[in-house]
């Protein structure tokens, strides 16, 4: 980008000209006239002309002769103070030039009357050319209209791909004509837990069924939608594991004589594989000839993950085919299976992508891999003459939550921040250039098993896609987070022009508050996690403003007090402000969110299954060992604890590892919620009887009289249980001091 002195002003009226009988071009001028009016309130005026003539004060897009004179996806963006032309050789390239320039034109936020753009020479294309994100639309299931509202969310960052996952054990997402169980059948399961055990569907008399599929029509109009936008849509079909909808609905598919006859709603890896003969892959191409037909990407996804080997191990046909076909073991099974599918795409002019383990049993030589456990994958595909995507986990799996504190939706508990994601390496230091170069982009992923709300799926995308579309697209010489968080507030203000649900955890102003017994006030930190801009505050209740007083160092505030705060750049708002009351019983309490896990095992950020309508709440809780610690506490004149409890179902596969979850034994029927003095084989100093929290699917407040102490202490909170199902599990806790 070289900038120049001048600049042209856009306002209501400005025309944007395309080629008289250029409909690709006309419809991104449309495009670009609607996203304008929505963000800024400007109506820009399409029209018909001569593109080659010099811009006469308005918009030019301009095809160039040569499609390749910008590159495939490439442009040209020229302010003058006569007018802005945008001028590539494809379709894509202008579409890209256009949401260049809406960027351009949507620096600040608000409506105006005209925005001034500087005047300027822009030369752009992609690092990459998989810019992608992954979305899990079987563990739970987005409308047609939300998918369509992603898709052109994605297109603004200029993201190009959409991986959709769309066949799972918890479902079969699309309809596919053949085999019409596999929707009727495999697209429905009754939710896990208690709660919707209880909710019965009227019609049926039965537990009200969860589920939905895509069907072709709506898959054609989505795929057409997203093409528009420049998005290739890879459908994922997994195999052979993540097959039980499909086996359930078509046992004959199976590894085993009688699988389960329901969709499961378990969470985790089964061990359920499609079986190997010839009748399943006949299945599985027809099934992939009709995917074909409704999704024109050049490559199709065959998922590939976690198909653990079990059932083909335990199956003597299964035995006897591998030894018919001189295959030594499962992994090359795999190896043979992933081939032959590979094979029929190939023959159709498509191509395999599969998950990193189908690197295991040996892969045809132009499968491409997505590499999700670490980036070892990518590693190793691409020192074996194999493309490759990078989608690590944890890095690049969105549905993990983004910040601390209980203010964060329901996810993977893991701390993925948005500087974690901006900070990812895209070119494993351990590749030659020549490997490097099969590395052909980055992939975010967002899985959904945790996220049960459509808008959250946003959430969790926005803006962590901004950081990754960033790192897909720009150069690598480019990369500096300070600049990326300096124009992050012109992105935050773009998605609530747009509506786009997102996330301000990085900007958000943090209040922690630390209780000074002895002086009867609190010490208040304020912090932002990505520490941009300043901090302003009251304590009056009044909204912050740029005026609001300043903060430096943690203050000491008297009790009670409220303080409202926000973060500032330039005299304005970052986020919305946090708003907190400190009271000694504020300070006294903790979420679940802001106590400290006994282990070190990645937690889950755990949504309660009840109520079936209505806010739920939300567990920090490691599912194989529920237990945590209330650090460093001053327990002297404290005479009781309350807590809020909930139980969820433990529907985790989890295999082997079920044997590792000890429980605790209780000493009364329903158990006990515990509190131990200093660590968890401590002094108990509480019980808290779990029997009026049993019939109660939400939460439930439990109280009990603490064991006098002295003096600071650690508290650990532990459950005692005769059964892992189902988890118990801390909301919040409540230290009550003895009556002053
Ligand atoms: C995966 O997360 N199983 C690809």
Same mark, same amino acid.
């Given at each position: 980008?070289?900038?120049?002195?001048?600049?042209?002003?856009?306002?209501?009226?400005?025309?944007?000209?395309?080629?008289?009988?250029?409909?690709?071009?006309?419809?991104?001028?449309?495009?670009?006239?609607?996203?304008?009016?929505?963000?800024?309130?400007?109506?820009?005026?399409?029209?018909?002309?001569?593109?080659?003539? *010099?811009?006469?004060?308005?918009?030019?897009?301009?095809?160039?002769?040569?499609?390749?004179?910008?590159?495939?996806?490439?442009?040209?963006?020229?302010?003058?103070?006569?007018?802005?032309?945008?001028?590539?050789?494809?379709?894509?390239?202008?579409?890209?030039?256009?949401?260049?320039?809406?960027?351009?034109?949507?620096?600040?936020?608000?409506?105006?009357?005209?925005?001034?753009?500087?005047?300027?020479?822009?030369?752009?294309?992609?690092?990459?050319?998989?810019?992608?994100?992954?979305?899990?639309?079987?563990?739970?299931?987005?409308?047609?209209?939300?998918?369509?509202?992603?898709?052109?969310?994605?297109?603004?960052?200029?993201?190009?791909?959409?991986?959709?996952?769309?066949?799972?054990?918890?479902?079969?997402?699309?309809?596919?004509?053949?085999?019409?169980?596999?929707?009727?059948?495999?697209?429905?399961?009754?939710?896990?837990?208690?709660?919707?055990?209880?909710?019965?569907?009227?019609?049926?008399?039965?537990?009200?069924?969860?589920?939905?599929?895509?069907?072709?029509?709506?898959?054609?109009?989505?795929?057409?939608?997203?093409?528009?936008?420049?998005?290739?849509?890879?459908?994922?079909?997994?195999?052979?594991?993540?097959?039980?909808?499909?086996?359930?609905?078509?046992?004959?598919?199976?590894?085993?004589?009688?699988?389960?006859?329901?969709?499961?709603?378990?969470?985790?890896?089964? *061990?359920?594989?499609?079986?190997?003969?010839?009748?399943?892959?006949?299945?599985?191409?027809?099934?992939?000839?009709?995917?074909?037909?409704?999704?024109?990407?050049?490559?199709?996804?065959?998922?590939?993950?976690?198909?653990?080997?079990?059932?083909?191990?335990?199956?003597?046909?299964? /035995?006897?085919?591998?030894?018919?076909?001189?295959?030594?073991?499962?992994?090359?099974?795999?190896?043979?299976?992933?081939?032959?599918?590979?094979?029929?795409?190939?023959?159709?002019?498509?191509?395999?992508?599969?998950?990193?383990?189908?690197?295991?049993?040996?892969?045809?030589?132009?499968?491409?891999?997505?590499?999700?456990?670490?980036?070892?994958?990518?590693?190793?595909?691409?020192?074996?003459?194999?493309?490759?995507?990078?989608?690590?986990?944890?890095?690049?799996?969105?549905?993990?939550?983004?910040?601390?504190?209980?203010?964060?939706?329901?996810?993977?508990?893991?701390?993925?921040?948005?500087?974690?994601?901006?900070?990812?390496?895209?070119?494993?230091?351990?590749?030659?250039?020549?490997?490097?170069?099969?590395?052909?982009?980055?992939?975010?992923?967002?899985?959904?098993?945790?996220?049960?709300?459509?808008?959250?799926?946003?959430?969790?995308?926005?803006?962590?896609?901004?950081?990754?579309?960033?790192?897909?697209?720009?150069?690598?010489?480019?990369?500096?987070?300070?600049?990326?968080?300096?124009?992050?507030?012109? /992105?935050?203000?773009?998605?609530?022009?747009?509506?786009?649900?997102?996330?301000?955890?990085?900007?958000?102003?943090?209040?922690?508050?630390?209780?000074?017994?002895?002086?009867?006030?609190?010490?208040?930190?304020?912090?932002?996690?990505?520490?941009?801009?300043?901090?302003?505050?009251?304590?009056?209740?009044? /909204?912050?403003?740029?005026?609001?007083?300043?903060?430096?160092?943690?203050?000491?505030?008297?009790?009670?007090?409220?303080?409202?705060?926000?973060?500032?750049?330039?005299?304005?708002?970052?986020?919305?402000?946090?708003?907190?009351?400190?009271?000694?019983?504020?300070?006294?309490?903790?979420?679940?969110? !802001?106590?400290?896990?006994?282990?070190?095992?990645?937690?889950?950020?755990?949504? !309660?299954?009840?109520?079936?309508?209505?806010?739920?709440?939300?567990?920090?809780?490691?599912?194989?060992?529920?237990?945590?610690?209330?650090?460093?506490?001053?327990?002297?004149?404290?005479?009781?604890?309350?807590?809020?409890?909930?139980?969820?179902?433990?529907?985790?596969?989890?295999?082997?590892?079920?044997?590792?979850?000890?429980?605790?034994?209780?000493?009364?029927?329903?158990?006990?919620?515990?509190?131990?003095?200093?660590?968890?084989?401590?002094?108990?100093?509480?019980?808290?009887?779990?029997?009026?929290?049993?019939?109660? !699917?939400?939460?439930?407040?439990?109280?009990?009289?603490?064991?006098?102490? /002295?003096?600071?202490?650690?508290?650990?909170?532990?459950?005692?249980?005769?059964?892992?199902?189902?988890?118990?599990?801390?909301?919040?806790?409540?230290?009550?001091?003895?009556?002053?």
């Amino acid at each position: 980008m070289v900038l120049s002195d001048g600049h042209f002003s856009v306002a209501g009226g400005t025309p944007v000209l395309c080629s008289t009988g250029d409909g690709d071009c006309a419809w991104i001028a449309g495009y670009l006239t609607k996203l304008v009016k929505q963000t800024r309130g400007l109506s820009l005026v399409p029209q018909d002309g001569d593109t080659s003539a *010099p811009p006469h004060r308005g918009i030019v897009l301009r095809r160039l002769d040569d499609p390749k004179a910008t590159g495939d996806e490439g442009y040209r963006l020229d302010v003058t103070r006569d007018g802005i032309v945008v001028s590539a050789g494809t379709r894509a390239g202008l579409f890209y030039g256009c949401v260049t320039l809406w960027e351009l034109l949507t620096q600040t936020e608000g409506r105006a009357l005209s925005v001034d753009v500087a005047d300027m020479q822009i030369t752009d294309e992609p690092r990459f050319t998989w810019r992608g994100l992954m979305l899990d639309s079987v563990r739970h299931f987005q409308s047609p209209a939300f998918i369509k509202s992603f898709i052109d969310a994605m297109a603004l960052h200029k993201l190009n791909v959409l991986q959709w996952h769309l066949t799972d054990d918890q479902g079969w997402r699309i309809e596919i004509k053949k085999y019409p169980r596999l929707t009727s059948v495999g697209a429905w399961r009754v939710p896990a837990g208690a709660g919707a055990a209880a909710d019965i569907d009227q019609a049926t008399g039965k537990p009200r069924l969860y589920g939905g599929f895509y069907a072709q029509d709506e898959i054609r109009e989505i795929v057409a939608y997203a093409q528009r936008r420049n998005i290739t849509i890879v459908p994922e079909i997994e195999m052979p594991g993540h097959a039980l909808a499909a086996i359930v609905a078509y046992p004959q598919l199976g590894s085993v004589k009688n699988p389960p006859k329901q969709v499961s709603s378990d969470w985790g890896v089964f *061990p359920y594989l499609y079986n190997v003969d010839d009748s399943t892959f006949d299945f599985l191409e027809n099934v992939l000839t009709e995917v074909m037909a409704l999704f024109p990407s050049h490559y199709i996804h065959v998922g590939g993950d976690e198909a653990v080997k079990d059932q083909w191990k335990a199956s003597p046909k299964i /035995q006897a085919q591998m030894h018919a076909l001189d295959i030594k073991n499962e992994d090359a099974l795999q190896g043979y299976f992933t081939a032959r599918i590979g094979k029929f795409l190939a023959a159709h002019g498509r191509r395999l992508i599969g998950w990193d383990e189908i690197l295991e049993g040996g892969v045809p030589p132009d499968a491409t891999i997505t590499s999700w456990r670490g980036i070892d994958g990518a590693i190793t595909a691409a020192k074996t003459g194999h493309d490759a995507v990078l989608s690590p986990a944890p890095t690049l799996y969105f549905d993990n939550r983004q910040a601390e504190g209980p203010d964060e939706p329901p996810g993977r508990g893991a701390i993925v921040s948005l500087k974690d994601v901006y900070d990812f390496n895209p070119v494993p230091a351990s590749l030659t250039p020549e490997q490097q170069a099969h590395i052909i982009g980055l992939q975010g992923n967002i899985w959904t098993e945790h996220i049960r709300q459509q808008d959250l799926v946003d959430y969790a995308a926005f803006p962590r896609a901004a950081a990754l579309a960033e790192l897909a697209w720009s150069p690598a010489g480019t990369h500096n987070w300070q600049s990326f968080l300096a124009r992050l507030p012109a /992105q935050l203000g773009r998605y609530r022009a747009l509506g786009i649900t997102h996330s301000e955890s990085a900007l958000a102003v943090r209040v922690s508050a630390q209780y000074e017994r002895a002086a009867h006030s609190a010490t208040v930190s304020l912090s932002n996690q990505a520490d941009f801009g300043v901090i302003h505050y009251t304590v009056d209740g009044a /909204q912050p403003t740029a005026n609001s007083p300043l903060y430096k160092a943690p203050l000491t505030l008297p009790l009670p007090s409220k303080i409202t705060t926000a973060a500032f750049v330039g005299g304005t708002a970052l986020t919305t402000p946090t708003a907190k009351d400190i009271t000694v019983l504020s300070l006294l309490s903790r979420d679940s969110h !802001d106590l400290t896990l006994c282990t070190k095992n990645i937690p889950l950020s755990l949504e !309660d299954d009840a109520p079936v309508n209505g806010p739920r709440a939300v567990f920090l809780v490691d599912i194989m060992n529920p237990c945590w610690i209330y650090p460093h506490v001053d327990l002297t004149g404290l005479a009781s604890i309350e807590a809020g409890v909930g139980q969820v179902p433990f529907n985790f596969q989890v295999g082997d590892d079920i044997h590792k979850i000890a429980l605790l034994p209780p000493q009364t029927p329903d158990g006990e919620l515990e509190v131990h003095l200093d660590t968890c084989t401590g002094p108990r100093i509480a019980v808290l009887p779990l029997a009026p929290a049993v019939g109660n !699917d939400a939460i439930t407040t439990l109280r009990a009289t603490l064991t006098p102490q /002295q003096g600071v202490h650690d508290l650990c909170f532990v459950f005692t249980r005769r059964s892992i199902d189902p988890i118990w599990a801390i909301d919040w806790v409540q230290l009550v001091p003895e009556r002053e």
